[in-house]
C-alpha cells in the first residue's frame, strides 16, 4: 500500500466531532460546509483552527477579517451533516428550519456555535488553514455530540 493509504486507513482510527461552517459570501448569500478539522488553538486569545479545502465552495469567501460560525452537530442532525459534505444538495443546505439566517448563519439547536472573525490564513497544498479568533460561543447544556469515524457516524 502507498503511504497515503496507510495514512487514510490510520487516520480512519480516528473519532472525529462533527461540525458544519457557516458564513455569508460577499454577496451576502449563506455558505455551510460539514467539517471535521476543528481544533481549538488557544485561550488567550480564544482561537480555533479548520483546515478547509480550496476547491469547496466556501473557501474563496473566507478571507481576512470575515465572520464565520462553527456549529458543532448532535447526534440526530446526521442528515444535516451529509447535506452539507454533499456536492449535490447546496440547494438544500439551507433548508432546515433551525438555522438562523438573520445575519451571520448559525443553527440554533447545536451542540454548540462558536463565532469566530478570520484572523489568519495559512496556503497548505491543496487545503487552507484557517485561524479564526473567537468573539462568542454558546452550547447545550446535554451533551449528545455528533462522531465520526471509520468512514461512519456513530
Ligand atoms: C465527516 C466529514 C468531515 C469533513 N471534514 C472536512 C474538513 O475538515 N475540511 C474540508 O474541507 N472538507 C471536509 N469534508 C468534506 C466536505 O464537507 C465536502 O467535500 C463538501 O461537499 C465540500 O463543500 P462543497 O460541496 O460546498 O464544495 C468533510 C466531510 C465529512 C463527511
Not at 3 to 30: G, T, W
Request: glycine share 2%.
Amino acid at each position: 500500500m502507498s503511504i497515503q493509504d496507510n495514512f487514510r486507513l490510520a487516520m480512519r482510527r480516528y473519532i472525529y466531532s462533527v461540525s458544519i461552517m457557516s458564513n455569508r459570501d460577499s454577496n451576502d448569500n449563506p455558505n455551510a460546509i460539514t467539517v471535521s478539522s476543528v481544533t481549538s488553538i488557544s485561550m488567550e486569545p480564544p482561537s480555533i483552527l479548520i483546515c478547509i479545502n480550496k476547491s469547496s465552495k466556501i473557501h474563496d469567501s473566507i478571507v481576512l477579517g470575515s465572520k464565520f460560525c462553527i456549529n458543532l452537530l448532535t447526534k440526530d442532525q446526521h442528515e444535516l451533516s451529509n447535506i452539507c459534505s454533499d456536492d449535490q444538495k447546496h440547494d438544500q443546505r439551507f433548508a432546515d428550519q433551525n438555522w438562523n439566517l438573520d445575519n451571520l448563519p448559525f443553527l440554533k439547536n447545536a451542540q454548540a456555535n462558536i463565532f469566530c472573525k478570520v484572523d489568519k490564513l495559512s496556503s497548505y497544498h491543496t487545503h487552507t488553514i484557517v485561524i479564526g479568533l473567537v468573539e462568542d460561543a454558546n452550547f447545550a447544556d446535554t451533551i449528545s455530540t455528533l462522531t465520526y469515524v471509520d468512514g461512519d457516524y456513530k
